[in-house]
C-alpha cells in the first residue's frame, strides 16, 4: 500500500499561532461556520466578512475547538502538520479570545473553520464554550469534495501520490500513522456529513443549525447568502458583491512550480524586500493560474464512491431535510 510519505522532518510543535496581538481577551463567537473543506467555505467567509453587523474573525480556519484537547501524541504527525498548526492555527483559549478584540457593535460575530465537521473532539469544546452558538455547514457531493480535496493538496505540493484512487488507499495508513486530520488528508472519510453533523444536531438541535448545499452556492450565491444572514438576524437585504469565487481548485502543471510557490526560499525572500504585497500577490496569482490544470475524475472510480456513500446521503437526506437523490 502507497503510504505517501512526505520528505520532511516534524518539526517541535511551539503552539505559536496568532502572534503579536493584543493581549486584552476579546468576546468569543456566537456563530461557527464549520465546513465543509472544499465546499466553498472561503468564499462564503469573504462574503460574510462584506456585512456591517458581523464581525469575522481575522484568522480564517484558526481550528481553535478541534485544537484545544488534542492528542499530540497519536495526531497531527505527518512530516507538515506540525508545521501548518504552529503558522496557522490557535490552540489556547486566551489567544483565541485575542482574536476578537476588534469587535465593537457588531449583531454577529462568526469564526469559520471546517476541520470543525470531522473533528472528533470539536462538537464537544464548542458546547462548553459557548454553549448557545449558531452552527453554520455548507455541504457538497461527497465525492467530488474528496477529489477537490485531493487537488487542492496536489496544488499546494503536500500530497505527493499523483493518483487519486492510490491517495485513496493510502488513508487507513495515514490514519494508523497519526497524520491529520488537517490538514484534511482523510479524503474519503471527510464525506460522510450524516455521521459528523448528528453529533452536532444532538448537542445544539436542529433550530440553531443551518445546513446549505454547495449547489446553492454555485447557482444563486447572493440567495444563499440572505437565507444565511436571516438566520444570523441581520439585515438579509444588505447587497453583497458576490463576483469573486476564492480558492478554485486544480491541480499542478508541473509539480516543481508548486513547490518554489508554497515553500521557503532565497527568491522568494529577495522578493519580499523589493515588491510590496499586492505586486507579490498578483505575481503569485498570475504563476498559479498558469501552473493550475483542473483535472476529471474517472467516472467508474466517481460511480464506486457514490455508492459507498449512498447510506449517509440517505442519512443526510432525512437530517436536513433536502432532497439530495441528485447526488446519487
Avoid at 207 to 215: A, C, D, P, T
Avoid at 226 to 253: K, W, Y
Wanted: net charge positive; aromatic share 12%; hydrophobic share 40%.
Amino acid at each position: 500500500m502507497a503510504s505517501g510519505r512526505v520528505t520532511s522532518v516534524i518539526l517541535p510543535y511551539t503552539g505559536a499561532g496568532v502572534r503579536n496581538m493584543n493581549a486584552a481577551k476579546g468576546r468569543l463567537p456566537d456563530f461557527l461556520f464549520i465546513g465543509a473543506a472544499k465546499s466553498g467555505t472561503i468564499s462564503v467567509y469573504h462574503y460574510l466578512k462584506q456585512h456591517p453587523a458581523v464581525f469575522m474573525c481575522p484568522v480564517n480556519e484558526c481550528n481553535f475547538f478541534a485544537l484545544e484537547q488534542a492528542d499530540w501524541n497519536s495526531q497531527y504527525r505527518s512530516p507538515v502538520d506540525r508545521f501548518y498548526i504552529d503558522q496557522h492555527c490557535v490552540t489556547t483559549l486566551a489567544r483565541y479570545q485575542e482574536l476578537f478584540t476588534g469587535v465593537r457593535e457588531h449583531h454577529a460575530i462568526g469564526e469559520s473553520s471546517p476541520l470543525y465537521i470531522f473533528s472528533r473532539t470539536a462538537a464537544s469544546r464548542i458546547k462548553h464554550h459557548i454553549p448557545n452558538v449558531k452552527i453554520i455547514a455548507v455541504l457538497r457531493h461527497p465525492v467530488d469534495r474528496a477529489f477537490s480535496n485531493y487537488c487542492d493538496l496536489r496544488r499546494s505540493g503536500l500530497e505527493p501520490i499523483a493518483d487519486f484512487r492510490d491517495a485513496i488507499r493510502a488513508e487507513p495508513q495515514r490514519r494508523a500513522e497519526g497524520w491529520g486530520p488537517w490538514p484534511f488528508w482523510f479524503y474519503t472519510e471527510m464525506g460522510f456529513y450524516a455521521q459528523q453533523l448528528q453529533l452536532y444536531y444532538d448537542l445544539f438541535g436542529p433550530e440553531r443549525i443551518f445546513v446549505g448545499l454547495y449547489e446553492d452556492l454555485n447557482r444563486d450565491a447572493a440567495g444563499l447568502m440572505r437565507r444565511i444572514f436571516q438566520f444570523l438576524e441581520v439585515d438579509s437585504n444588505f447587497t453583497l458583491d458576490t463576483s469573486t469565487r476564492h480558492n478554485l481548485g486544480g491541480i499542478p502543471r508541473f509539480d516543481a512550480v508548486a513547490r518554489i510557490m508554497v515553500r521557503p526560499n532565497a527568491a522568494k525572500t529577495v522578493l519580499k524586500t523589493v515588491l510590496p504585497a499586492p505586486v507579490r500577490h498578483r505575481i503569485r496569482q498570475r504563476i498559479a493560474e498558469w501552473n493550475t490544470v483542473k483535472p476529471n475524475l474517472d467516472p467508474e472510480l466517481r460511480h464506486e464512491l457514490t455508492q459507498m456513500y449512498r447510506p449517509d446521503i440517505d442519512a443526510l437526506q432525512h437530517l436536513i431535510g433536502r432532497d439530495l437523490s441528485h447526488w446519487l
